[in-house]
């Protein structure tokens, strides 16, 4: 069926909410999202590091510059997601919704009343201007995220239509909802594609309040907020004042945060969780510890090797590699046995491949057995390493001759070419060198030669931009509901794109077609079937080394926050939290008397 031949508006229902696969848990007119304290006291703020990086933009759209952390806060979107659903949205900026049966188009009715913090209102021609900014001038994920949007158009000051190339994506009309919508009447008369640190309106539940280049930003919370009694919207949004502090070094900003300078860090060090909360105002009651259960699959944190590299284009080569990394003795050295290593790219989901390829996933997997290992069919997963060190290394050389190297005079080189194997680990956080190091030391037995480089933050985004670098760690994080966003990470049509997330430069027909299909899936079981296939290519073919994960955010506060419990199901929603004024003056009182 074509565009032509869908639905008229007038014959679809309109509804308030929509879920990928079934219908909304929440009904037309509930109140609020249930795990809130709708209740909740307003006031107060909260105080946070941004570390190992400054700002010179608050732009978060564009190529250029290095964006402010927290922008997000000021824009409002046609939809909202519930942290307590994996798969539902429910209307912010739009009040009503009309899906087409065959997905071919949606409509939004634009709320009357919402206004931008200036006080111009949001119309249907700012999301229309909003998005096609977005794909001309912003950032090539844009591009990526929304390519299966044909058009959008304003039928009138508050409805707009977005209409799709094809239905094939089940999640595109949930995801143009998750367009940021950017007044055009502020932005149409400036150059958007330019870093700037100008507070500009969004119309959002918080404003800029005071920016301090590379070093701070505050954003206030805005009393005249139009959507604040939105059934999204109540009982989230209390803090005042949330402030991001810069620090280029860790270590730095926990002391800031055992001082009382900081009143929140999320805790990504094992060693300072198991032994670092040895200080006063923890002895005294003052900051306490939180544990939040990932509701989200694990987020695959790596190595990842530069494929545009030659010296990475043997698949033997890069297992090798992964060989070197000894996990077993960073987690027991190190990281006090807190951590699990990560080897899915969907790690504890019912996404993540095991054992062999399903029926499902071989009738996916067969068109590209040329192109695949044959490995990849015949054994199964997880990929059976050994655990032991020197097994490991005895391991990785095998697979080094086999890739054409050999030891001369202590140093691995290519047999024919007399090159070394070589390359630089670059880094910006020097947090991480400890965990690199190790992994160099066992190259260096196999004759390998590297070294690390830890650049300021402004180069390191620069190299990473030009692909300039032989290994860098990324991450990859994955949601309950992987879709189009997948061609930004793994596609042919972002290994060269500037910015892409493809920071590997992979391109293979094979992950193209499976990420094609996974947007495309129709049903929670293809979803999983396609994932599986996807995760199982993307392990085999060793285009990373993969690092660890522990399942659960941990979190150090000073103790003045309140926050409803339990936690939602599929994310932590700091929205909802909320400062207890005697909490709060009492830790003032007790810091005053130190």
């Known amino acids: 069926m074509g565009a032509g031949q869908t639905a008229e508006s007038e014959e679809v229902p309109t509804v308030h909410g929509l879920s990928l696969y079934d219908e909304p848990a929440l009904p037309a007119d509930f109140p609020h999202f249930p795990y809130v304290n709708p209740d909740a006291p307003k006031g107060g ?46 209307g912010l900026l739009a009040s009503g919704i009309r899906l087409d049966p065959e997905r071919y188009w949606i409509e939004f009715d634009l709320r009357p009343e919402a206004r931008f913090h200036d006080g111009e209102p949001v119309t249907a ?109 109540k009982g989230r949004y209390n803090i005042d004042r949330l402030v991001y502090d810069y620090y280029r070094d860790r270590d730095i900003a926990w002391e800031a945060f055992k001082a009382g300078v900081m009143d929140y860090r999320t805790d990504a060090r094992a060693a300072t969780w198991a032994i670092g909360y040895d200080f006063p105002a923890y002895r005294d009651g003052l900051v306490k510890r939180i544990t939040v259960p990932d509701g989200q699959p694990a987020t695959m944190q790596a190595f990842v090797l530069n494929l545009r590299r030659e010296k990475f284009s043997d698949p033997r080569v890069r297992e090798a590699l992964e060989l070197t990394f000894d996990f077993p003795w960073l987690n027991a050295n190190m990281f006090y046995g807190t951590y699990a290593r990560t080897e899915s790219f969907f ?74 194997l070589s390359f630089e680990v670059m880094l910006f956080d020097s947090g991480l060198e400890r965990v690199v190091q190790p992994m160099l030391r066992n190259m260096a037995r196999l ?61 293979t027909p094979a992950v193209d077609a499976l990420v094609e299909r996974l947007i495309r899936a129709d049903s929670r079981d293809e979803l999983n079937s396609v994932a599986q296939a996807l995760d199982r290519v993307l392990r085999w073919g060793f285009y990373m080394i993969p690092h660890y994960h522990s399942g659960e955010t941990r979190i150090a506060v000073w103790d003045k926050f309140g926050y409803p419990e339990p936690f939602p199901a599929y994310g932590l929603d700091l929205d909802a939290w909320w400062v207890d004024a005697e909490h709060e003056a009492e830790i003032n009182r007790r810091l005053r008397r130190r």
């Open 347 to 420: 790690q504890n989901s019912e996404m993540a491949a095991e054992g062999l390829p399903s029926e499902e996933e071989l009738a996916l997997l067969k068109p590209f057995r040329d192109i695949l290992p044959e490995r990849l069919f015949s054994q199964g997963l997880p990929i059976d390493h050994p655990q032991d060190l020197r097994e490991r290394l005895r391991l990785a050389l095998t697979l080094l001759r086999e890739a054409g190297y050999e030891v001369r005079d202590g140093m691995l080189v290519h047999g024919e070419t007399g090159r070394p």
């Open 125 to 233: 021609r700012d999301v229309v201007f909003s998005f096609n900014l977005l794909i001309d001038e912003g950032n090539p994920f844009y591009s990526g995220y929304y390519a299966d949007v044909e058009g959008v158009e304003a039928l009138d000051e508050h409805t707009v239509r977005f209409t799709f190339s094809n239905a094939s994506s089940r999640e595109l009309p949930l995801i143009v909802g998750q367009l940021p919508v950017l007044p055009m009447h502020y932005w149409q008369e400036r150059d958007f594609s330019a870093p700037t640190l100008a507070r500009h309106p969004g119309s959002g539940p918080y404003r800029i309040a005071n920016v301090q280049p590379g070093r701070s930003i505050t954003y206030s919370r805005d009393e005249a907020y139009w959507g604040r009694d939105l059934p999204v919207n």
């Open 45 to 90: 703020s909260m105080t946070r590091a941004a570390v190992g990086s400054s700002f010179d933009s608050i732009n978060p759209f564009i190529i250029r510059g290095t964006p402010a952390i927290g922008i997000s806060h000021i824009y409002d979107t046609l939809l909202a997601d519930n942290p307590d659903e994996p798969f539902s949205v429910y």
């Open 447 to 507: 004759g390998i030669q590297s070294s690390i480089r830890i650049v300021d933050i402004n180069q390191y985004l620069n190299r990473l931009r030009s692909f300039d670098f032989d290994i860098v760690t990324g991450q990859f994080p994955q949601s309950n509901n992987p879709g189009n966003e997948q061609r930004g990470f793994w596609t042919s049509e972002f290994a060269n794109t500037p910015q892409s997330r493809n920071l590997m430069g992979l391109s």
